[in-house]
């Protein structure tokens, strides 16, 4: 069955830098656009960044353009997010996502904090 297992998050002060991973198992990981969502307390999930199968092609909200950067490896079926110049509103929990099949699969979710 399709599983996918975020790690990495903490608390990290205004300006630092954090890299979230999520391992996937259960499908064929290369075959998949792979995204990452973030829920703030009170707020809807929304989508941060995605990443084709291959690899070669990306898409961020333009809240976090130029300051987080997704990435994946086909070879360890995981997927990267590494995130810089953080600001309090990243303050989240963060979830890796597949829409495999016709259906949507999620992580457990990751905490993340940027907070002095």
């Known amino acids: 069955q399709v599983q996918l297992v975020e790690s990495g998050g903490g608390l990290v002060q205004p300006g630092g830098s954090l890299t979230i991973s999520c391992a996937a198992s259960?499908?064929?990981?290369?075959?998949?656009?792979m995204k990452w969502y973030r829920q703030a307390p009170g707020k809807e999930r929304e989508l941060v960044a995605a990443?084709?199968?291959?690899?070669?092609?990306?898409g961020y909200a333009d809240s976090v353009k130029g300051r987080f950067t997704i990435s994946r490896d086909n070879a360890e079926n995981t997927v990267q997010l590494q995130m810089n110049s953080l600001k309090i509103e990243d303050t989240a929990v963060y979830y890796c996502?597949?829409?495999?099949?016709?259906?949507?699969?999620w992580g457990q979710g990751t905490q993340v904090t940027v907070a002095s």
């Open positions: 259960g499908f064929t990981f290369s075959s998949y656009t």
């Open positions: 996502n597949a829409y495999v099949t016709g259906t949507f699969y």
């Open positions: 990443i084709r199968g291959s690899g070669g092609v990306t």
